[in-house]
């Protein structure tokens, strides 16, 4: 099987992403196919012993089971699982990701969309191997892993079945790049825009592009409360010296739309969102509304009239809205010794 002839499985338009880079690993991939049988990430019990990490409810995991038997039954699914995860273990850095997964609706039907869940999950036991050989927590592994069930449980909420919209995101957990600490996110990274010049008067320290950072991401799944926060952020300081000196930062950094100023004209000064906001450094503001609209109403409504207003932020933002005002999404920065001083605050 070679990307000509991925269509035996993929509708077209299903295959236009992938790289042609891929081709040689697509080959050696197919190769190297042990057999349906033999793969053990498509038995029950490989499923059940990755949910003791996963957590997922009982639910998601029979529609696991049921995926897992139909691409072991057949031998072509069987075939690009294999290939999928042969291509994403051994991936070089230099290799570009598809810019979508194809989803294998000929041959799955409704349970297309847990293709890229078991692909995925089957990465899991060498990620865990990698946790314990740097000494990271069970705990700390199962917070990180939690995304799982985040996203798994995201599609299910929009379209009534259990399955991933995307994999990308879940490649960072998998490489043990990323890791929860607390109510936050963090990965190394590297700052990337410059701070424009005169943008953060009095400030002695910017980081410049280059600068080596840990990335800040907030998992879906809860308050954002303003001192779980800040001791993730302390936590961090401690985690990624100890397990991964090899990763250094001189500054944290968030790309949200919880970073748009427009936040704090609508929330009050009290809301967790505003005490985020004021932590961070902002310098960048982008014209753009839709992580906004995805976190907080699931999609952009085609008529904002008809938008949902069950909560007092879907309100305000509404009525910033409709009275002719604009959502965007911020880029911030918090510098590691404004971190380290919250050791000595009262």
């Given amino acids: 099987m070679s990307i000509e002839n991925l269509h035996l499985l993929f509708e077209p338009q299903d295959i236009a992403g992938i790289p042609e880079a891929w081709q040689d690993n697509l080959e050696a991939a197919i190769a190297s196919f042990p057999g349906a049988k033999r793969l053990d990430f498509l038995c029950r019990d ?54 979508q997964w194809p989803s294998p609706i000929k041959a799955m039907g409704p349970d297309a969309a847990l293709f890229s869940a078991v692909v995925l999950i089957s990465m899991l036991p060498p990620a865990l191997e990698f946790h314990r050989q740097r000494g990271v927590s069970e705990d700390i592994s199962k917070a990180s892993f939690r995304d799982f069930y985040i996203w798994l449980q995201d ?36 700052f990337e825009e410059p701070v424009a010049e005169g943008f953060l008067p009095g400030l002695a320290s910017i980081p410049q592009p280059g600068d080596p950072v840990l990335a800040v991401h907030i998992p879906a799944d809860g308050k954002l409360d303003h001192e779980q926060c800040r001791a993730s952020y302390l936590a961090a300081l401690e985690f990624f010296p100890a397990y991964f000196p090899e990763i250094p930062f001189d500054a944290f950094t968030c790309h949200s739309w919880l970073l748009d100023p427009e936040l704090r004209k609508i929330l009050p000064e009290s809301s967790n969102i505003v005490r985020f906001q004021r932590d961070f450094h902002i310098y960048s ?61 009262p």
Avoid at 302 to 326: E, V
């Fill in 285 to 345: 503001i982008q014209d753009d509304d839709r992580q906004m609209f995805e976190r907080v109403f699931g999609n952009k409504p085609a008529d904002l009239s008809q938008a949902p207003r069950d909560s007092s932020l879907r309100r305000a933002i509404l009525d910033h809205l409709q009275a002719g005002n604009s959502m965007h999404k911020g880029m911030g920065f918090i510098l590691r010794q404004e971190i380290e001083a919250l050791k000595s605050a």
């Fill in 46 to 99: 490989f499923i059940l012993a990755a949910n003791d990490t996963l957590l997922l409810p009982q639910d998601a995991v029979e529609a696991l089971f049921r995926a897992v038997g139909l691409i072991r039954r057949d031998e072509k699914l069987a075939r690009l699982a294999w290939l999928w995860r042969e291509i994403f273990l051994k991936k070089a850095e230099s290799m570009p990701y598809p810019t």
């Fill in 155 to 190: 599609y299910y909420d929009k379209h009534g079945r259990w399955g991933l919209a995307g994999f990308t995101w879940l490649l960072l957990h998998l490489r043990g790049e990323l890791y929860r600490l607390g109510r936050l996110q963090f990965c190394g990274a590297v």
